[in-house]
């Protein structure tokens, strides 16, 4: 069984860092570590130097694409499973790939699997409960039988922290070129259309959140909901809307019981953010080529 790790980067800072130690020290170790930077003049870590199994490549900022960056990398691996990670995704322990590789040997249709996000508590706690509404403490395999009880979430998929089983991957042409966003997602549609399954395995951990900016949930909606206009299949099929309403229903509830009445404006102007770019990207074939560069999170895809 060979194990690759793919991690894209871009000005790496302390957590790459922090994420390489941790590789280093996982009791299934990867026979590659594959790094695929963007601009080599920003890349910059002392801990990259010490892995055995480190490779890199670098590319220009103009060649980067969500998912044909990945396929490149991916085109240099020869294994059975291969890992993404991002930059800032720490393994949370020692077993991140023992973990998230065992549902590919417990059943032959499990084809890709995604790990467990977390957030501190101290640093985000809405973060951290959206975290847990998104990434629960129980594993899960998902399939097509699962799509009218699951709806969007039969196919949920990150590649903050996934993996793949490469012969699978290959067959299926790896992920979508040119695509905005979501590159995860679109290809594990794909993969359940074909009658094949996805693993949420729990037990597969990293420390993953960003603390973003109304505006920049805004943007980062907006490019998520136009990647799903383009990428068509099951995202036509069913809709991602109901679970959001769930999730703010939710997340305002615990924190009204918790008695953290002051975060409740900041969790329902976040979220009305993340509704507005959600909406605007549904519909962003109405809009004016100027707005929709002025909106999205990735301009330069526009031209």
């Known amino acids: 069984m060979r194990v690759h790790v793919i991690i894209p980067t871009y000005r790496p800072d302390h ?33 990259f130097d010490t892995l055995p199994q480190g490779e890199i490549i670098h590319i220009k900022k103009s060649d980067f694409d969500h998912g044909g960056t990945r ?17 800032d995704a720490i393994p949370a322990d020692e077993h991140l790939i023992e973990n998230l590789i065992r549902p590919f040997e417990e059943d032959e249709k499990v084809c890709a699997a995604y790990g467990r996000q977390m957030a501190d508590w101290k640093d985000n706690p809405v973060e951290a409960y959206t975290r847990i509404f998104n990434y629960p403490k129980e594993s899960r395999i998902k399939s097509k039988e699962d799509l009218d009880t699951l709806g969007i979430k039969t196919f949920f998929c990150s590649n903050v922290c996934s993996a793949y089983r490469k012969s699978v991957y290959d067959a299926m042409g790896g992920f979508p070129l040119h695509t905005i966003f979501n590159e995860d997602m679109i290809f594990a549609s794909r993969l359940i259309e074909a009658g094949k399954k996805i693993a949420y395995v729990a037990d597969a951990k990293v420390w993953h959140w960003h603390n973003y900016t109304a505006w920049q949930q805004l943007t980062r909606n907006f490019d998520l909901a136009v990647s799903q206009v383009d990428a068509g299949g099951l995202f036509d ?19 009204f019981k918790k008695g953290k009445l002051l975060l409740l404006p900041h969790i329902f102007i976040q979220n009305a953010a993340k509704y507005i770019g959600y909406k605007l990207g549904k519909n962003y074939k109405k809009l004016p080529m100027w707005m929709i560069r002025k909106i999205s999170l990735n301009p330069t895809y526009w031209k």
Not at 34 to 44: G, M, Q, V, W
Not at 81 to 87: A, G
Not at 237 to 255: H, P, W
């Open 71 to 87: 396929n490149q990398a991916a085109a240099m691996c020869d294994c059975d499973y291969m890992v993404l990670l991002t930059q």
């Open 237 to 255: 099929q069913v809709k991602s809307e109901s679970e959001g309403i769930r999730l703010v229903k939710n997340t305002m509830l615990y924190f």
């Open 15 to 47: 957590k790459l860092d922090r994420n390489l130690k941790m590789l280093k020290k996982q009791t299934l170790q990867p026979d590659k570590i594959l790094l695929i930077n963007t601009e080599e003049s920003l890349f910059h870590s002392e801990v």
